[in-house]
């Protein structure tokens, strides 16, 4: 606790004395551009690995970065997205899952949380569609890949109870919405991105300027509720192709997700 005294400290001495400002001009309201939704693991820092300032992201986060499906629960996930639409106005919505999530390991061994955490096995409830997906697609699967895939696919999954909700539904089909989906590796850095648009392309390992990337390829909005990405794709990996293909109209499955580091 000394610590964070002391950080408390000097982000009032030292930060905010310089950026005063920014804390001004945030004193009169709120315009964050994207809505965030990740975990509450303490390596993930939304404000960190994205190089925003505060005011610029508006964030929800919970064990797992799940949302209930629409109706589920009345809990605050439903009315934060609720707010980040309809009152600030936010266009793009982030799912970001990451490496070693401990909610993800907890969701592959259910069981071993009945008894110590009643609590977060009845929130794994909502990441029910992961776990089924799981054992009927990825058989073959132990360890660390399970682990690797598990969070992925959770990522797809928390954007299909995203998709439940009427506000969400009702932007995604006038194409006012676009829901990236992404995973962060806390050992390297990188941000995998998951399109369903580019899947033609061949990924490769080449350094593009996301600035001129962004103004050439314009982000195409969501047709059919089709999750997309402004993000150029540096390297494809996992989710292979036998993943979604079956299972839902929603993503075009010959795509995994690529990194972006
Ligand atoms: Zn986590």
């Given at each position: 606790?000394?610590?964070?005294?002391?950080g408390?400290?000097?982000?009032?001495?030292?930060?905010?004395?310089?950026?005063?400002?920014?804390?001004?001009?945030l004193?009169m309201?709120?315009?964050?551009?994207i809505?965030?939704?990740?975990?509450?693991?303490?390596?993930?820092?939304?404000?960190?690995?994205t190089?925003?300032?505060?005011?610029?992201?508006?964030?929800?986060?919970?064990?797992?970065?799940?949302?209930?499906?629409y109706?589920?629960?009345?809990?605050?996930?439903?009315?934060?997205?609720?707010?980040?639409?309809?009152?600030?106005?936010?266009?793009?919505?982030?799912?970001?899952?990451?490496?070693?999530?401990?909610?993800?390991?907890?969701?592959?061994?259910?069981?071993?949380?009945?008894?110590?955490?009643p609590?977060?096995?009845?929130?794994?409830?909502?990441?029910?569609?992961?776990?089924?997906?799981?054992?009927?697609?990825?058989?073959?699967?132990e360890?660390?890949?399970?682990?690797?895939?598990?969070?992925e696919?959770?990522?797809?999954?928390?954007?299909?109870?995203?998709?439940?909700?009427?506000?969400?539904?009702?932007?995604?089909?006038?194409?006012?919405?676009?829901?990236?989906?992404?995973?962060?590796?806390?050992?390297?850095?990188?941000?995998?991105?998951?399109?369903?648009?580019?899947?033609?392309?061949?990924?490769?390992?080449?350094e593009?300027?996301?600035?001129?990337?962004?103004?050439?390829?314009?982000?195409?909005?969501?047709?059919?509720?089709?999750?997309?990405?402004?993000?150029?794709?540096?390297?494809?990996?996992?989710?292979?192709?036998?993943?979604?293909?079956?299972?839902?109209?929603?993503?075009?499955?010959?795509?995994?997700?690529?990194?972006?580091?």
């Open positions: 606790m000394r610590k964070i005294l002391k408390l400290h000097q982000f009032q001495t030292n930060y905010f004395s310089s950026h005063r400002e920014m804390f001004e001009q004193a309201g709120q315009h964050p551009r809505l965030f939704i990740t975990c509450s693991d303490s390596r993930i820092d939304p404000n960190l690995i190089q925003t300032e505060p005011g610029e992201l508006f964030i929800i986060r919970n064990a797992g970065n799940i949302i209930p499906p109706g589920a629960t009345n809990g605050g996930e439903g009315a934060t997205i609720e707010y980040a639409i309809k009152a600030l106005g936010i266009r793009d919505i982030i799912v970001c899952g990451h490496s070693h999530c401990g909610a993800i390991k907890g969701l592959l061994q259910l069981d071993n949380l009945t008894e110590e955490m609590l977060v096995r009845d929130w794994l409830k909502y990441a029910e569609g992961t776990r089924q997906l799981l054992k009927e697609n990825y058989k073959g699967y360890g660390e890949d399970l682990l690797t895939v598990a969070i696919e959770n990522v797809l999954t928390q954007i299909d109870n995203l998709r439940t909700y009427p506000i969400i539904h009702a932007k995604l089909y006038s194409g006012q919405l676009n829901i990236h989906a992404w995973v962060y590796k806390i050992e390297t850095g990188g941000v995998y991105v998951y399109s369903a648009e580019r899947c033609s392309i061949q990924a490769e390992h080449h593009v300027d996301i600035d001129e990337f962004e103004a050439a390829v314009p982000s195409p909005p969501i047709l059919d509720g089709k999750i997309t990405s402004s993000l150029p794709l540096l390297e494809t990996m996992t989710l292979p192709d036998m993943a979604r293909k079956s299972s839902s109209s929603t993503y075009d499955l010959s795509v995994g997700f690529s990194s972006h580091e």
